[in-house]
């Protein structure tokens, strides 16, 4: 198999330990590459990236028509939140408006993925519950499209449930391609996921930020999703969280989500570009170098939002004493 | 730069989502190559995968002939412990009968390894002290050099220091090549680590397992330390992992060593053959499938040693809820 370029390295002393490849791609809504470097029709698993471009379901399927969500909800929907109390409370009061409540959740549970989150429950004696699941919005949208459907929630996770062809569909229609079983496995949150070109991925994010090439419904459900999301970062992912420093600090001109084993999506609004990127060992903070080094080089980023990216361009990599002994970084002239 | 085969693969559901690439080199102890795979001239830090290595200064510094290391301290002395109680206490004792403490390792402390014990010590809510560290019985067996050597203790893991010196040209002259300042850096525990290319980390075990080109003390050194890791590989690790199990079930045959960032180093003893490989991207368990599919090979399991080999060589990748979506597997065909 041909091999993606190197695209971070973590250097320790005045040697490289670890390579890092991938490939990324940024394109318009009409399909023009404006960069990109590897593979990008190599088929990967888009993960949690996807999550707004999942939730155009709600849209498809008149559920905000029922409920009516409100710009946190969406927000939610879209999110891979770190277990904080806005995250909790969030998708419990959006469960029981449309009543329901964490039982109805088949995400499964784990701990908070913020420390503090993690700690006080471990202070409590208390297990986690899926509320905790940083799908878990994602997983109350999806319940709220079954219901819109009128179809029943339980097994609302299986690949033949309505609600999952539903969101297939959207996808589909977003991407303007059709996935296949061919490529196909089951997310960390137990809903399908299905492996694309980041093309395809990049493609549907340019298409959502223009509404180009998408219907009328869709293209309202993304500028809503879209908006929600960088209205509100701190609900999409957590406290000192890349995609929640990047949006909050882009004022909504930069929509990103990253996926579980090294995938970074989103679109630069207002030039109406959509990317993706996936590491391809899985490694996320590899990714987070990538992307920002994308986001540095394509988003026309001011002072203020340089400073956020230029974070996570450059790490480092600290002994156990805390002392700096190396930096993971981004190969800048790959990217 | 030319690109490692890929030696491990994540699959999920029917679709690949990770790939892992590698190098790996097996010798004999004339430097004869039996196997290799990638580019084995590219300098790696072995870090922690060299702590056998390392000990033999003990040997050379006539550490040994001062304290009479017993083979639990010489294992320690190798180890990357997980903080069990039996790691902990007797690194207590080593530390206590050359007249030393917690106090006089300089390796900073880190919670636990091993998750129960970890869970212990929140649940009596104290900090981690070094002893916890995983390489405070390495750290315990430099301190021995130095006093051996009759030389401060303070600083010795500074490159400068004589333990440090001591340590470097033991490490050189088993693997028969000079270290450089110019690829050099800080390990997790504070003292310097230097790369050099895998078949230089594999000849050294080679010439561990057999004596073959060492004087007589080191010799003897690389004997005892050997014998002692394999005769209680408990210590050299800890419950469940993967060192342990292997050096347990292969009752002497194999010294098999981690270290950070993907490393796995080690000794076929029986055939007289040192092995090492990297995952160029860091990734731990994905170097554990590799040198699984390593031994696997090359070194003759019997069914018992090969049943504990298979456990790691697949690896089954679970979601939330605990179903197995996927597995991380070696490229059985590249190894």
Redesign the interface.
């Known amino acids: ?1 041909h ?1 993606n370029p ?1 695209l971070a390295e ?1 250097l ?4 490289v ?5 991938g490939a990324f791609i940024l394109v318009d809504a009409e399909g023009a590459v404006i960069a990109s470097g590897g593979d990008t029709e190599r ?3 888009p993960r949690s990236a996807i999550k707004s471009m999942q939730a155009l379901a709600i849209f498809d399927r008149h559920a905000e028509e029922k409920f009516h969500h409100s710009q946190e909800e969406l927000a939610l929907a879209c999110a891979s939140h770190h277990g904080e109390d806005e995250h909790v409370s969030g998708v419990a009061h959006f469960l029981g408006r449309m009543g329901l409540s964490a039982a109805d959740l088949e ?4 701990m908070p993925t913020n420390s503090k989150a993690r700690e006080a429950l ?1 202070a409590e004696g208390q297990p986690p519950s899926p509320l905790h ?1 940083n799908c878990s919005g994602k997983h109350s949208g999806m319940l709220s499209v079954a219901l819109a459907m009128g179809v029943p929630t339980p097994g609302y996770v299986e690949r033949e449930h309505a609600v999952q062809q539903a969101v297939r569909d959207a996808v589909e229609r977003v991407v303007g391609e059709k996935l296949s079983e ?9 809903i399908p ?1 299905w ?1 694309a070109p980041l093309r395809a991925w990049a493609l549907g994010f340019a298409r959502m930020a223009t509404g180009r090439h998408l219907d009328e419904r869709q293209a309202a459900g993304a500028q809503a999703l879209f908006d929600a999301a960088t209205s509100h970062p701190h609900l999409v992912a957590g406290t000192g969280h890349l995609d929640t420093l990047v949006m909050a600090a882009f004022k909504g001109r930069v929509m990103q989500k990253g996926g579980a ?2 995938v970074q999506c989103g679109a630069i609004r207002h030039k109406g570009w959509g990317y993706a990127l996936k590491c ?4 996320m903070a ?1 990714s987070h170098v990538m992307v920002a080094a994308l986001l540095l080089k394509y988003a026309d980023p001011d002072a203020a939002q340089r400073a956020v990216l230029e974070q996570f361009v450059r790490q480092p990599i600290k ?5 700096a ?2 930096e993971l970084r981004a190969v800048r002239e790959a990217i």
């Open positions: 198999m091999a190197v973590a320790r002393g005045n040697w330990e670890n390579r890092h490849r088929p990967v698993f995400c499964g549970a784990h471990r699941n061919d490529r196909c496995g089951i997310d960390g949150c137990s996921t492996a084993e090294g391809d060992d899985g490694n590899a002994n156990v004493r805390g002392n002994v190396g």
